[in-house]
Structures are given as C-alpha cells and as structure tokens.
C-alpha cells in the first residue's frame, strides 16, 4: 500500500462530536484529538481525520477535499450538495429519533401557519431550505441568518424563526409555538462522487459503513447464553425473542442444550426469570459492539 493512498473522512465539529467518536468506537476504531486540534488521529493508517462543522461537510465533501463525511441530512439540503449518500445512520446528540426544523413563533403570536407570515421577517440558520419552503408556497418573507440564540429574536426581533429541534425542549422553555415542520434529519455517512468511483476508497467507505451500522444495531441489545435441559427447548424458546431463530448446540454426552440469543437489554430483567422458571440454568448476559446482518 503506497503511504499517500488514505481515505480522507470529517468528523462533525460540535453537538455530535462525541457521539460520533463514540460510535466509531464502537464499530472498533479508537479516535483521540487534542483539545485545540482540528485533525483527529484514527488508529487505522489508512484514514485521515478532519475536524469540521457539520452545516460545511457536505460542501467539501462535494470538492473532493474529504472523500467521505458524516452531517445531518438538513446540511445537505441546505446547502443543494450533490453527494453520494451511503447510509443513514440514527443517532444524535440526545437520542436515536430524527432531529426536524421547524418554523416557530411566540405562542401569544396569531400566527396560525406559513400563509400568515406574509411580509414578515424569519430569522434563521438555514437560510437556503427556509427561502425555499416559503418560495414554494408562494409567500414572500424577508429570510435573515441568524448567528445564534435565534428562539430569543422571537417576538421582538423577528416576527418568527426557523430552528432546528431534537426534544422540543428549548422551544417550550422560550415561550413558542411549531406552527410548521420544514424538515426531518438524520444523521448521513456521505461520500464525494469521485471517491465512490475509486475501487480502493469505495471499499473502504463501505467496509467502514457496515461497521458503523451494526455498532447502531447492537445499541440497547445484548447477548444471552444458558444451558437448557432439552425437555425444556420448546417453553425456552416460547420466552425468547431474537433477531433470528436461537442458536442452540448439545452439549457432549448429555441430555442439556446451549442456547445463545441477542435480546433488547429492556425486557432481560422480564425474560431472565422465566427462563429460570422452565430450567435454564447457567445464564450469561453480555454486552455488544456490533450486530452484522
């Protein structure tokens, strides 16, 4: 392998920094940066980290100065990026649930929808989606970025705002009402076009895409095993659920059965005593990084 042959990868700079390196971690890549580094070393010679916002990725990507990126679908929207979209990965800065960008006002406003904001000022981030959203219904606003803190230009400032929101939280908190969603995001692992087409970085990239889907896959579940006397199989596997049939194996010279699952770690403290109750014994629970199809 030449020692310039690397796959370019960024990270998202900000709210899913750490939630990012922790899904990599996962998917069995070590990450560290140094606190005023943009370039994260990655334990695999072969991948170069940079450091960058997730509203930029999908831009560079685009250029070809990263071959791969991982951002919001609500970045590549805004900024028309053509890109290869590999795969949707659901995680966040909070939870596992698609962020949305919604356009808001103050609850005492009479503002009821879209329509009603003729004329008026929206402040925002997304400047590009919002001009389109309110293009597409034909309804004139004046659209203005806004550097931060936009739920506090509401009322006052601006006769509305376009924001981005995970749990609705700061939304409540600031005293305003969703009168429209403009979009639904997730998470996206993107590749630029001419990335994709190299054989060596398209590997790569995908190898890469399956490991970090199956650490997604493996969150909240968990791995049983136990013995079983084989009188028992049918009333064992009645109680357990599985991403497919158990797999089950005799043990040498006896009558007993090992049987191994993957479960939901929620219904474990459900299932465990019933699986004692029918004669399970031996009972092992372990945790998971990866669950490949």
Known sequence: MSEEKKLVIGFPKGSLEKATYDLFAKAGYKISVSSRS????????????ILIRSQEMSKYVENGNMDCGICGKDWILENNSDVVEICELMYSKQTANPVRWVLCVHEDS?????????????????????????????????VEFSWGATEVKCPGLVDAIVELTET?????????????????????????KEAWEDKWKREKIEHLAMLLQGALRARNKVGLKMNVPEKSLDEVVAILPSLKEPTIAHLRN????????????????????????????????????????
């Open 168 to 192: 609705g939280s700061s939304i409540r908190a600031n005293r305003l009402k969703i009168i429209d969603t403009l979009a639904i995001s997730t998470t996206r692992f993107i590749a630029n």
């Open 38 to 49: 943009y370039y994260p070393r990655i334990d695999d010679k072969e991948m170069k980290g």
């Open 254 to 293: 006896s009558d007993w059965l090992a049987i191994e699952v993957v479960v939901d770690e929620q219904i474990v403290r459900e299932i465990i005593p019933k699986l004692k109750k029918v004669g399970a014994e031996g009972i092992i629970e372990y945790g998971l990084n990866k669950v490949i199809p």
């Open 110 to 142: 009479p503002f009821k929808c879209a329509e009603d904001l003729e004329g008026k000022t929206i402040a925002t981030e997304a400047v590009g989606m919002t001009t389109r959203f309110f293009e597409e219904k034909g309804v004139k606003v004046k």
